[in-house]
């Protein structure tokens, strides 16, 4: 069964129709690349699984539980709504880390809080903080940032921030990794080493679904591929088959673009 | 002489100080409430907004905040009238209208007034600084607290608070500054600050350079000050 069951989404910004009727399925360890235009709802997607805009209708499905449903707004609680975020991590486009915190701290500040609303925390502190620490530890490590650990947001540059915001989103050992243009906001020398971190999860057989509007990467990485257009999911397959062979005139015309303009890198 | 207008003056500072010291513990946090309150988003009438799609006056109604409300009103009233008459109004105000002196009689009682009319109007200003300090934190770092399942009141303390003080602390100085000069106004009432003090060597002596005296005071208190507030900036460079 699939982990993830996102069925007949609605979202509105006023009169405008941002998400219309979107519905789609991910397996486990699968990972998903959304790509189209900007403008095109893809973001907001991502944004409705994570609970930061509401849909107005549909369902969201994880592991056969229901998270959000638009007709049971009694569910919709912000204290029901915290720990049902937890299934899903969030990479922005902008890192968002917190500029106060060490690198390392950025990873354990979440965890931390979280441990400490357990019920045997006080007996067991020094061995549950030191079990965050070296997890957040092995995280970094596993982002290539061991020396860096110790460093402010503002000395890093914008690729290890980025890797640092995966690594404190993969703290919260989420069920779903969630990436919303995570190498948009960096140059072409940056994209790489973030891209390579997120093949390799992927190569892990993490769960993602990333927004991106690197095709090629997306071609190579993704196992399925949704393409939007206006609030709708256009065409959604297989990514090799979307990407290379389109059988819709709309997403025929978007890829023709991308590598018109030479952007289909390697 | 000197030394005689030199230790007056020094007592008159410690009433100063202490009227300074305990606006500042009280306005300091009654100020956040105040601009969590102006912040507050609140609207019970907002369920009329569904049986009422045309806009007009069901949508103002549904739009209201009652406690955002309240609380601007509030802030205007406050920043809108001189901090003086105010000190008169609550020193006065419960005797006049109510004919019950709550204050208490003798210094004290004008004391503990000024300190109320202080804090008052203090914590109005500086809840539209917290609220300019909150509202600069980018939407950005709350939402990141909330993805990582983090509640508001942890998203406050953890994350925004600190890069809200490190914001507002220019303007805080600033106003923290006036606040030494604004005491002041406490003389209006008779409480023995420093320049009424200096002021009474005027009529008791004949002598009026104690009243100008009182400026050095001032001038080291704010140079303290200063320095403080430069400290403190420095403390917070270390993130951005």
Redesign the interface.
Known sequence: MSILQVQNIQKHFGNVNVLHNISFELEKGQTLAIIGSSGSGKTTLLRCLNFLETPDEGRICVAGETLFDAKDPAAQKEKEIRRKRLHFGMVFQSFHLFPQYTALENVMLAPELLAKEEKDFKSRKKEILQDIRSRAEDLLRQMGLEDRASHYPHELSGGQQQRVAIARALAMNPDIMCFDEPTSALDPELTGEVLKVIRGLSQAKTTMIIVTHEMAFARDVADRVIFMDNGVVVEQGEAREVIDHPKEERTKRFLARYSAEGSMRT | MFWTVNNALLEAMGTTLQLFALTLLFSLPLGLVIAFGSMSKWAPLRFLSRFFRVPGIFKGLAGFRPIHFLVDVVVWIIRGTPLMLQLLLIYFGPGLIFDNNIWGSGNGGRFVATVAAFVLNYSCYFSVIYRGGIEGV?V??R??????????P?IFF??TL??MV?RIVPPMSNEIITLVKDTSLARIIAVSELIKVGESFMKSDGLIWPLFYTGVYYLVFVGVLTLLFGYVERKLG???
Not at chain 2, 143 to 152: D, F, H, S, W
């Open positions: 980018p950005g770092q939402e990141a607290g909330q993805v990582l399942g983090m509640t508001r942890q953890k994350i600190l890069q490190k270390y993130f951005r």
